[in-house]
């Protein structure tokens, strides 16, 4: 089905730098969330095809989201210890009309993987990272921290080195 130039999701993914994967599966790409790090660690889990809801999905396609979804967890969870996770799929991209209407809609399945922390500060790249709301829902007007591009690396890498593995 290919890139759409109407579709926000396709834009990103042709624009993730590699430096920022996670994983790069059959039907998903786990990458970190450079530009929103208010979380340290936070990761966005996206399908590669076009697929504007959940029962859209392939049993291939769930059976590999939640191999990648557990790994991510359990990678974050040896790189920065956080208490627990906020996991969500907003599904705000089906409120949008798609703009080529000859195409279905141009929605594509996305996770949020998001760490909660306590209030003690964490520490990557000489940054300071502290969750503002702990035990509290975050929204997306709240402010978000993008950390310098050396520091989102580094986050990555670390998530990375962790991947499957679960060790420290």
């Given at each position: 089905?290919?890139?759409r130039s109407s579709c926000e999701i396709c834009a990103v993914l042709g624009v993730i730098k590699r430096d920022y994967v996670i994983h790069d599966g059959q039907y998903w790409i786990a990458n970190l969330r450079d530009n929103d790090q208010t979380l340290l660690g936070t ?126």
């Amino acid at each position: 089905e290919g890139v759409r130039s109407s579709c926000e999701i396709c834009a990103v993914l042709g624009v993730i730098k590699r430096d920022y994967v996670i994983h790069d599966g059959q039907y998903w790409i786990a990458n970190l969330r450079d530009n929103d790090q208010t979380l340290l660690g936070t990761t966005f889990i996206t399908l590669k095809r076009h697929a504007p809801e959940l029962d859209d999905l392939t049993m291939e396609e769930e059976l590999e989201f939640i191999a990648i979804r557990n790994s991510v967890i359990k990678a974050i969870r040896v790189a920065f210890q956080p208490l627990t996770f906020n996991i969500s799929c907003l599904k705000n991209d089906a409120f949008k009309p798609a703009p080529d209407t000859t195409l279905p809609d141009a929605a594509h399945v996305h996770w949020h993987v998001k760490p909660r922390y306590d209030s003690k500060p964490r520490q990557c790249n000489d940054e300071s990272f502290v969750d503002p709301m702990p035990g509290r829902y975050l929204s997306a007007i709240d402010k978000r921290y993008c950390p310098r591009p050396e520091t989102a690396v580094e986050i990555a890498r670390l998530i990375r080195a962790h991947y499957r593995t679960g060790q420290a």
